[in-house]
C-alpha cells in the first residue's frame, strides 16, 4: 500500500476526505479483493486506538492489550466478504464530499438536506455529513442512523436539525421534535444535542427534545441525562427514566420528579370503558357512577365504575353543538361547551345527570370570551378550578357570577387536566401524576404507575383513590396513600 493510499484511508476515517479522495479511494478497493482486506486491517486498528485512546483520556489508565486482536480474528471474514463490502462501500457508504456521519433510512416527500447553498432531496440512502441541515415538511418525517449505528434519529413533521460541522456527536435542534436512541458511550465522551434554550448531554439512553414556543423540553424514555439552561443562572441537572426537563425562555430549568424520585402509585382496578364512538376530554365522578364524554356527537357515558360497562348514554346534541371537558359540581355535571342558542364559543352549564338536559347556564367567565373551552376543571366544593389552553395559568372562577376570584400561574408545563381530591390538587402529565399543594399549587408529589401509559384525564373518586385515563379509553383507579412496603422508585433504573 502507497503512502499516497495510506493518507486517504487515513482521511476517510477522520471524515476529511475530498472528491477527488474518495474517487481514488473507491477505484483502489475495485482493483484488487486484497485491497479490501487492507483497507478492513486499517479500520480495526482505527477503531482499537480510538478506543483506548478515549478511555485512557477520561480514566487515566492505560488499557490491557490483549494478544490476539478483535482486527486478527474478523480479517478471514473480511476476505471473504470484500467483493461484496468493496460494492457496498462503494454506492452507499463512501461519501461524495468530506465528513459522512449518516444515511436517511427513511423519508416522505418535502424533506430536504440543506448543504451550503443547495437543497438535496431527502432520499433513503441519502449521505448526511457534517454542516448539513435536515429540514421536514409539516406533517412528514425521517429516520437517520448514524454511520456506525451508535444513534438513531426520529425527527416529525416541522422539524429543523443541524449537524455540528465541527463534532459529528453534537446536533443543534432549532426547532421541532426529534426522538433519539443513543448507544451507551465512553463517560466523559457525551452525545450531545443544543437548542435555543438548552443543552442536552448523553451518555447512553432513549429521550425525545421538543422545541416550541420559546422553550425546550426533554422528556425521558430509559437513561438518564444532564440538561443545562443555556440563558439561565440555573446549574445544570439530572433528568432520570420516565422524568423530563423543561427550559424556556424567562424561566429557570425545571427537573420532574425533583432527585429523580417518584412513589409507586398502586393500581386498584383497570379497565377499558366500551363506548361507542371515540372519548373526548371529560371524565368526573359522581360517588357511585363514572362519567366519561364524547364530543362528536356531543354525548354523555355513564359508566360501571367496577367494570367499565356502559350503564346509560345522554345524548346532549340538542343542546350543545360541541362540548369540552366536565366535572362534578354539587350533584350535577358541570360542562364545559357551545349551546345551539347562543353565539359564544362557550358556556358552563349544569346538566341534569339524570336526563341530559342543561338544568342551568352559569355565567360565562371572561377567559372563555378569547378561548374555546378550558383545558380543564374541577371544584373543591365551593369555587370552579379552571386550567387555561397554555401557559400553566389556572384560575379559582365564582360559578355563582363567573368572575375570576384568583389566579395562579403553575411553573409546570403539564397542566393539562385538573382535580381536587382530598384536600389537594392533582394533576398529570405525559406519564405521570403530580400532587400540588393547595395554597400555591406547588408540585409536592410525583407519582409512577406502569398500568397507565399516557395520562389524560383525572378525576377525584373519594378518599386517597383517583380515577386516571387516556383517550383511548383505558381507565384506572389508583391509590395514591403511601403504604408500607412502598417507597420511592429512586433513579428509574429498574425496568
Same mark, same amino acid.
Given at each position: 500500500m502507497t503512502d499516497g493510499i495510506r493518507e486517504i484511508i487515513q482521511a476517510h476515517f477522520e471524515g476529511s476526505l475530498t472528491e477527488d479522495q474518495a474517487a481514488g479511494l473507491r477505484e483502489w478497493l475495485a482493483s484488487?479483493?486484497? #485491497?479490501?482486506d487492507e483497507f478492513v486491517r486499517q479500520l480495526m486498528v482505527h477503531t482499537s486506538l480510538y478506543e483506548k485512546y478515549a478511555q485512557e483520556k477520561v480514566t487515566g489508565v492505560r488499557p490491557r492489550v490483549t494478544r490476539r486482536s478483535g482486527a486478527r480474528r474478523l480479517v478471514p471474514l473480511a476476505a471473504g466478504l470484500a467483493l461484496a463490502f468493496a460494492g457496498l462501500l462503494a454506492s452507499r457508504w463512501l461519501p461524495d464530499g468530506s465528513g459522512v456521519v449518516a444515511r436517511i433510512v427513511e423519508a416522505d416527500e418535502e424533506t430536504v438536506i440543506v448543504r451550503g447553498e443547495k437543497e438535496i432531496a431527502a432520499r433513503a440512502g441519502?449521505?448526511?455529513? *457534517?454542516?448539513?441541515?435536515?429540514?421536514?415538511?409539516?406533517?412528514?418525517? %425521517?429516520?437517520?442512523?448514524? *454511520?456506525?449505528?451508535?444513534?438513531?434519529?426520529? %425527527?416529525?413533521?416541522?422539524?429543523?436539525?443541524?449537524?455540528?460541522?465541527?463534532?459529528?456527536?453534537?446536533?443543534? %435542534?432549532?426547532?421541532?421534535?426529534?426522538?433519539?436512541?443513543?448507544?451507551? *458511550?465512553?463517560?466523559?465522551?457525551?452525545?450531545?444535542?443544543?437548542?435555543?434554550?438548552?443543552?442536552v448531554d448523553v451518555l447512553g439512553t432513549v429521550f425525545r427534545v421538543s422545541v416550541s414556543h420559546r422553550a425546550t423540553r426533554l422528556d425521558m424514555e430509559e437513561g438518564t441525562a444532564r440538561m443545562s439552561h443555556l440563558a439561565g443562572d440555573d446549574a445544570s441537572r439530572e433528568v432520570y427514566r420516565w422524568g423530563y426537563g423543561y427550559a424556556r425562555e424567562g424561566l429557570g430549568l425545571l427537573v420532574f420528579p425533583p432527585e429523580g424520585k417518584a412513589r409507586r402509585v398502586e393500581t386498584v382496578r383497570k379497565f377499558r370503558a366500551a363506548l361507542p364512538v371515540p372519548r373526548g376530554a371529560g371524565i368526573a365522578f359522581d360517588g357511585s357512577s363514572l362519567w366519561l364524554n364524547g364530543s362528536d356527537p356531543p354525548v354523555l357515558f355513564r359508566v360501571d365504575p367496577d367494570d367499565g360497562r356502559l350503564v346509560d348514554k345522554l345524548d346532549l346534541s340538542g343542546e350543545f353543538r360541541s362540548i369540552g371537558n366536565m366535572?362534578?359540581?354539587?350533584?350535577?355535571? %358541570?360542562?364545559?361547551?357551545?349551546? #345551539?342558542t347562543t353565539d359564544r364559543g362557550s358556556e358552563m352549564c349544569l346538566v341534569d345527570p339524570s336526563t341530559g338536559k342543561?338544568?342551568?347556564?352559569?355565567?360565562?367567565?371572561?377567559q372563555l370570551n378569547y378561548i374555546s373551552s378550558f383545558r380543564s376543571m374541577t371544584c373543591d366544593g365551593e369555587s370552579v378550578w379552571t386550567v387555561l389552553p397554555r401557559g400553566g395559568r389556572i384560575d379559582r372562577v365564582n360559578a355563582a357570577t363567573g368572575e375570576t376570584r384568583d389566579v395562579r400561574i403553575v411553573r409546570h408545563p403539564d397542566v393539562c387536566a385538573l382535580a381536587y381530591a382530598n384536600g389537594a390538587f392533582w394533576t398529570v402529565g405525559r406519564k405521570s401524576l403530580y400532587g400540588m399543594r393547595p395554597?400555591?399549587?406547588?408540585?409536592?408529589?410525583?407519582?409512577?404507575?406502569?398500568?397507565? #401509559?399516557e395520562f389524560c384525564d383525572i378525576a377525584g373518586a373519594g378518599g386517597t383513590r383517583l380515577w386516571v385515563a387516556d383517550r383511548a379509553g383505558t381507565v384506572v383507579l389508583v391509590d395514591t396513600a403511601e403504604k408500607p412496603d412502598s417507597g420511592f422508585i429512586g433513579a428509574f433504573h429498574e425496568n
Amino acid at each position: 500500500m502507497t503512502d499516497g493510499i495510506r493518507e486517504i484511508i487515513q482521511a476517510h476515517f477522520e471524515g476529511s476526505l475530498t472528491e477527488d479522495q474518495a474517487a481514488g479511494l473507491r477505484e483502489w478497493l475495485a482493483s484488487d479483493p486484497g #485491497h479490501m482486506d487492507e483497507f478492513v486491517r486499517q479500520l480495526m486498528v482505527h477503531t482499537s486506538l480510538y478506543e483506548k485512546y478515549a478511555q485512557e483520556k477520561v480514566t487515566g489508565v492505560r488499557p490491557r492489550v490483549t494478544r490476539r486482536s478483535g482486527a486478527r480474528r474478523l480479517v478471514p471474514l473480511a476476505a471473504g466478504l470484500a467483493l461484496a463490502f468493496a460494492g457496498l462501500l462503494a454506492s452507499r457508504w463512501l461519501p461524495d464530499g468530506s465528513g459522512v456521519v449518516a444515511r436517511i433510512v427513511e423519508a416522505d416527500e418535502e424533506t430536504v438536506i440543506v448543504r451550503g447553498e443547495k437543497e438535496i432531496a431527502a432520499r433513503a440512502g441519502a449521505a448526511v455529513i *457534517r454542516g448539513d441541515r435536515i429540514r421536514t415538511g409539516e406533517g412528514r418525517k %425521517l429516520s437517520l442512523a448514524y *454511520r456506525y449505528g451508535k444513534v438513531k434519529a426520529d %425527527l416529525e413533521g416541522g422539524t429543523e436539525m443541524e449537524i455540528r460541522g465541527g463534532d459529528e456527536n453534537s446536533i443543534i %435542534l432549532t426547532r421541532g421534535r426529534l426522538g433519539l436512541d443513543v448507544a451507551r *458511550r465512553p463517560r466523559g465522551l457525551p452525545f450531545v444535542v443544543e437548542t435555543p434554550q438548552a443543552k442536552v448531554d448523553v451518555l447512553g439512553t432513549v429521550f425525545r427534545v421538543s422545541v416550541s414556543h420559546r422553550a425546550t423540553r426533554l422528556d425521558m424514555e430509559e437513561g438518564t441525562a444532564r440538561m443545562s439552561h443555556l440563558a439561565g443562572d440555573d446549574a445544570s441537572r439530572e433528568v432520570y427514566r420516565w422524568g423530563y426537563g423543561y427550559a424556556r425562555e424567562g424561566l429557570g430549568l425545571l427537573v420532574f420528579p425533583p432527585e429523580g424520585k417518584a412513589r409507586r402509585v398502586e393500581t386498584v382496578r383497570k379497565f377499558r370503558a366500551a363506548l361507542p364512538v371515540p372519548r373526548g376530554a371529560g371524565i368526573a365522578f359522581d360517588g357511585s357512577s363514572l362519567w366519561l364524554n364524547g364530543s362528536d356527537p356531543p354525548v354523555l357515558f355513564r359508566v360501571d365504575p367496577d367494570d367499565g360497562r356502559l350503564v346509560d348514554k345522554l345524548d346532549l346534541s340538542g343542546e350543545f353543538r360541541s362540548i369540552g371537558n366536565m366535572t362534578m359540581y354539587r350533584d350535577r355535571l %358541570l360542562v364545559n361547551g357551545t349551546l #345551539h342558542t347562543t353565539d359564544r364559543g362557550s358556556e358552563m352549564c349544569l346538566v341534569d345527570p339524570s336526563t341530559g338536559k342543561v338544568a342551568e347556564k352559569l355565567p360565562t367567565p371572561a377567559q372563555l370570551n378569547y378561548i374555546s373551552s378550558f383545558r380543564s376543571m374541577t371544584c373543591d366544593g365551593e369555587s370552579v378550578w379552571t386550567v387555561l389552553p397554555r401557559g400553566g395559568r389556572i384560575d379559582r372562577v365564582n360559578a355563582a357570577t363567573g368572575e375570576t376570584r384568583d389566579v395562579r400561574i403553575v411553573r409546570h408545563p403539564d397542566v393539562c387536566a385538573l382535580a381536587y381530591a382530598n384536600g389537594a390538587f392533582w394533576t398529570v402529565g405525559r406519564k405521570s401524576l403530580y400532587g400540588m399543594r393547595p395554597g400555591d399549587l406547588k408540585v409536592v408529589e410525583f407519582y409512577r404507575n406502569p398500568d397507565v #401509559h399516557e395520562f389524560c384525564d383525572i378525576a377525584g373518586a373519594g378518599g386517597t383513590r383517583l380515577w386516571v385515563a387516556d383517550r383511548a379509553g383505558t381507565v384506572v383507579l389508583v391509590d395514591t396513600a403511601e403504604k408500607p412496603d412502598s417507597g420511592f422508585i429512586g433513579a428509574f433504573h429498574e425496568n
